[in-house]
Structure formats: structure tokens, C-alpha cells
């Protein structure tokens, strides 16, 4: 009786109705959400790039000493049996050394790839400013999308820079579950500007990191009117047909009149041609002798910023926890925290950041060993080690781990396991 009442409320409540139906009829998103979207479908390629295949001994004998459920795990394959993953590869050297799909995935079969959308978005951009549409990451985005100079005024004052690194300022709830959360509108709603200019802002662009997609909606917009055509058309022709991809592929739109991509997360594609993003950003932005986007673009977006916490230009930088000669990773004061780093990671991991822990994050097992009159808090030591991926909701995951030329991706239902430490492991056992 509760929900039913809670949906009457929100359909009062909601510009659109078509926002609703969809919300109360899929309630959460699902890899398969390309069914229930407009899509621009991408052409099929008459040239396509496929990637060797070689046996590589080491994965039948990985010791990877992963636990689920109570079960200690070296085998890979008796892993991935026990989770909801429909396609794993891992590709090194530009050979494919592992290919497994499950619960009858194959490897045609295309999937929502969500966030990782936000990570090949960040791609256009860096093509758009190579090709001179966008001048600057610099730029106010009301340079571009004109719409949003009669919305908030703070809207005059973000950036591309702000969009790409999540740091916009806008009030909004990264919910999907909510019907009234603005990320529930974005998502199931129609015509996704109109929502845009109706938004506003809790605090000053730039000052602070929080992780929305709108932001990378916004980015979407810039490149349309930027580019002056479909954001799905500009990756088919920037994208999709150079790397040479080979099966069918689609955009989600927001709705069939106005026909704008949602660059945040509509990405419908195979696993072996999200892994051709990989190869491309392992290459430095070169794929087989043709320059898709500059060096200069690849490097920034490789480069750790941690004062965002890792995350910069959409993709995200692996980072590992430092740990004193006993392995304990936590510490009293951050002095002690820096000191590690500088003894033990310093010449081989200069970038790095120490974060403070509040008592109450630590989780159980950590709490019963906090002794009596212990600090509000304890201090932890990020270390980013040089792998870098792109994420996508119930852990659709791209790695990269360009010091062994490695590239992994996941596609699965649910996020029933850490994938990306899972990554992180065999990347360092091959």
C-alpha cells in the first residue's frame, strides 16, 4: 500500500509521465536496457580488427588466492562459474590469452555498458578539441550549449574541466531506484536538455568532487552542439569505423524526436570491441599507424589527479593501499602515513595521497581491533600504481595495466565481486 501511494505522490510530482512507466515498470537498470531505448544503430564495417589468439600457460596455472563465500579461488574459470559475468577477456601483447562468456552470452551479444559510456565520451572530447570544435577544456560550457545561459547562472561558470573530473556543483542524486531522483529522470525521462536547464546548483563549480552523470550528460550536449551532429553519429565516424569493430553495436537516445545520446551510459556493445577502446588508449591513442586522438589527450587522461581522488577526464587510476612492514594499512597520524610512502613507494609510485578514515567506516572486522581511547579516526595510504580502467554500474569494467601491454574486460548482471582487484591480481600474475 506504501509504494503504491509513494507512486501516486511521484506521479504528481513528475514533468513526465513516460518517466514514471519506466521507473515503476524496470525500477533498476539492467544491462539489457538497450531494449527499452530509442538507439542510433551503428553501421556494420567492412573492415574489421580482430585481435591474434595464443595460448598463455600461465592462466590455467594463476595462483590467485581470491576468496568468495568462504571459498579460496586460483582457477579463474571455476571463479567466474559462481558469479553473474556473461564475458571476461583478457587480451596481452594484442593476443587474446583468455575468452570466456557465460550464462549463454557469446560474443556477439551486445550489453549496456553504462559508465564506461562516460569514459569513451571523455575519448570525443579529446577528438573535438583535437579537430578544433572545442578550443579548450577551459571553455564555459555555455560557449556551446547556449540553451543553459537562461538556466542558473552558475551554468556560465562550469567548465568542460569541471564535467570531465566531476567536479560541477549541480544538486542531483545518482539513483536509479527513486522516481523523483533527478538521475531516475535523466535516465527514463524524454528530451534530456529540457531536464538540464531545469537543474541548479548546491555549490561552486570546481570546488568539490562528486561523482554524477550528469556531468558527462552535459559533456554529451557540448559535443553536439560543438560538432553540429548526432553525439552517436560523431562516434561512429570517430570511432566506431577507424578501430574497426565488428559486431553489432547502438546509442540509447533519450527519445525518438529529439534524439540526443546518452553519452553518460548508452553505449550497447560487445566485449571484444569495448576491449578495442583498450588497445587504443595502450597505443597512445594510435590504432594500426592512424592518430584517433592525440597523444597529449591519452597522457592527461593517464596522469593520476589526486586531489580528485584518482579520477580524472572520466577514467579512473587503479590505487592500491600502502602498508607498514607488518602490512597494517591503516595509522595513527598521516605523518606516519607519509613516512611510509617515502621510505617504501616513493621511487616507484610518486603519485599518491593519504586519506583520513572515520571510525565508523571501518568495517566490523577492523572496529573489535580499535583499542580503548584509539582517535576518532585513523589514516589511510592511497598509491596509485599505474593501472588505470573505466566502470560502469554492476562493475562493467575496461582495464588497462599498460606496463605489461594488458587490457581486461568484464561484462556481467551484478557487481557480486571485486572485478577490479580481481584485474589488478592476474594483471600482476602474467
Not at 69 to 85: G, Q, V
Not at 115 to 122: A, C, E, H, R, W
Not at 154 to 162: D, E, G, M, Q, R
Not at 388 to 410: E, H, S, T
Request: glycine share 4%; aromatic share 14%.
Amino acid at each position: 500500500m506504501k509504494k503504491i501511494i509513494f507512486f501516486l505522490c511521484a506521479l504528481a510530482l513528475l514533468p513526465s509521465c513516460t518517466t514514471l512507466i519506466r521507473s515503476v515498470k524496470y525500477w533498476s537498470a539492467d544491462i539489457d536496457d538497450y531494449k527499452i531505448f530509442p538507439k542510433y544503430e551503428f553501421k556494420q564495417n567492412n573492415e574489421v580488427f580482430f585481435f591474434n589468439k595464443k595460448a598463455n600457460p600461465k592462466i590455467d596455472s594463476l595462483k590467485l588466492n581470491f576468496k568468495r563465500r568462504d571459498t579460496l579461488y586460483n582457477n579463474l574459470i571455476p571463479l567466474l562459474k559462481t558469479t553473474s559475468t556473461r564475458a571476461f577477456i583478457i587480451i596481452k601483447n594484442d593476443s587474446i590469452i583468455f575468452e570466456k562468456y557465460f550464462n549463454g552470452y557469446t560474443k556477439e551479444d551486445i550489453s549496456c555498458i553504462f559508465s564506461i559510456s562516460k569514459s569513451i565520451t571523455s575519448l570525443l572530447v579529446g577528438i573535438a578539441i583535437d579537430e578544433g570544435y572545442i578550443s579548450s577544456v577551459d571553455d564555459p560550457i555555455t560557449k556551446y550549449v547556449k540553451e543553459l545561459n537562461s538556466s542558473d547562472p552558475l551554468f556560465k561558470k562550469l567548465t568542460i574541466k569541471h564535467l570531465l573530473d566531476m567536479r560541477s556543483g549541480i544538486k542531483f542524486k545518482e539513483s536509479y531506484q527513486n522516481p523523483l531522483a533527478k538521475m531516475t529522470q535523466l535516465y527514463y525521462g524524454t528530451n534530456q536538455l529540457r531536464k538540464i536547464k531545469r537543474m541548479y546548483f548546491k555549490s561552486e563549480p570546481g570546488s568539490k568532487y562528486e561523482y554524477q552523470s550528469v556531468s558527462t550528460a552535459i559533456l554529451g550536449l557540448v559535443i553536439e552542439k560543438a560538432t553540429k551532429q548526432s553525439f552517436a553519429k560523431y562516434f561512429e565516424e570517430k570511432v566506431w569505423e577507424p578501430l574497426n569493430m565488428e559486431n553489432y553495436a547502438s546509442w540509447s537516445l533519450d527519445d525518438r524526436k529529439n534524439q540526443s545520446a546518452k553519452s553518460y551510459c548508452g553505449l550497447n556493445i560487445s566485449a571484444i570491441d569495448v576491449a578495442k577502446i583498450g588497445r587504443l588508449y595502450l597505443n597512445k591513442g594510435n590504432f594500426n599507424g592512424k592518430q584517433i586522438v592525440s597523444e597529449k589527450w591519452i597522457m592527461e587522461t593517464l596522469t593520476p589527479n589526486m586531489q580528485n581522488f584518482g579520477y580524472q577526464n572520466q577514467w579512473y587510476s587503479f590505487q592500491a593501499y600502502g602498508t607498514d612492514t607488518s602490512g597494517h594499512k591503516y595509522f595513527n597520524d598521516s605523518l606516519k602515513a607519509e613516512k611510509i610512502w617515502e621510505e617504501n613507494y616513493s621511487k616507484k609510485y610518486p603519485y599518491y595521497n593519504v586519506i583520513k578514515v572515520v571510525k565508523n567506516d571501518f568495517k566490523k572486522s577492523y572496529r573489535k581491533n580499535l583499542w580503548d581511547g584509539a582517535p576518532a579516526y585513523k589514516w589511510q595510504l592511497n598509491i596509485c600504481t599505474g593501472e588505470f580502467y573505466a566502470l560502469g554500474i554492476m562493475k562493467q569494467i575496461l582495464f588497462i595495466d599498460p606496463k605489461k601491454n594488458i587490457i581486461i574486460v568484464r561484462l556481467g548482471d551484478y557487481g557480486d565481486l571485486d572485478y577490479v582487484d580481481l584485474m589488478w591480481k592476474i594483471a600482476h600474475e602474467l
